[in-house]
């Protein structure tokens, strides 16, 4: 994963949205992630709005906040790539186009993996933690914190990649006592209704990012802290066939 640099405050000289400026520690480009601007980083700015903003972002730490894996899914272009995709498969096939999950495996789970995408604003609704499944099970391997075993066999505790359909709301005997079943619309996930996996809360997921620790392994189950199932919640019980991307 690239490291980027978000610069608080900063206004895009193209679109005019702000706070969508980020540096690319790699290759020193700056680009806005709401447009198709871009420029390389120059060592003079003429652009005064923007040089200040970089002074500012340099001076004071707490103003540039560094996106690493996890926290990257939130602008990098694997990431809005990953969107219009799943924007297109909503409209093919007859889902909700108004907003998707989409749950980036490949990140550390002590770190924000999982997006609330805005597909009518382009934007992200909500960052969050999110379990994957142990594993270890059905002879398969342990999953780590950043290297999860993923499997679509009955009582495997692992996690199944792929795209799902949200489902009906119904009882969980964790967390807020609300879950939402999924199914899995691929090979690699299409016995997931089957096998009991969905989505869920469980109190000891924190809220906020643990890393490098890790978030408490699940046995399959995509699961969230209580709090932000109370705002799954409050989008999905209005809503129909939503779509929950896992992936990596």
Request: aromatic share 10%; glycine share 6%; charged share 20%.
């Amino acid at each position: 994963m690239k490291m980027v640099q978000f610069i608080a405050g900063a206004t895009c000289p193209s679109c005019g949205a702000k706070d969508t400026i980020a540096i690319n520690a790699e290759n020193n480009l700056i680009y806005c992630v709401k447009c198709d601007y871009t420029e390389a980083r120059p060592t003079e700015i003429k652009n005064k709005n923007l040089l200040m903003n970089l002074l500012a972002a340099t001076i004071v730490g707490a103003v540039l906040v560094n996106i690493v894996s996890g926290e990257g899914i939130k602008k990098n272009a694997s990431f809005r790539q990953k969107s219009k995709e799943a924007f297109e498969y909503c409209k093919t096939n007859k889902m909700d186009t108004s907003f998707c999950i989409m749950a980036d495996m490949s990140v550390h789970s002590g770190k924000k993996r999982m997006v609330v995408w805005d597909f009518k604003g382009d934007t992200i609704q909500r960052l969050m933690l999110v379990s994957h499944g142990s594993a270890g099970m059905k002879g398969l391997a342990w999953s780590t914190v950043d290297k999860p075993v993923f499997s679509n066999i009955p009582n495997s505790h692992s996690s199944s990649l792929g795209k799902y359909r949200i489902g009906n709301r119904g009882w969980s005997n964790w967390g807020i006592h609300v879950n939402y079943k999924i199914h899995g619309l691929e090979s690699t996930n299409n016995k997931a209704f089957n096998r009991v996996v969905v989505l869920h809360s469980w109190s000891i997921v924190s809220d906020d990012e643990v890393y490098p620790e890790a978030s408490p392994y699940s046995w399959g189950c995509p699961a969230v802290s209580d709090n932000e199932m109370k705002y799954l919640d409050s989008l999905l019980k209005t809503k129909k066939d939503v779509m929950l991307w896992i992936y990596i």
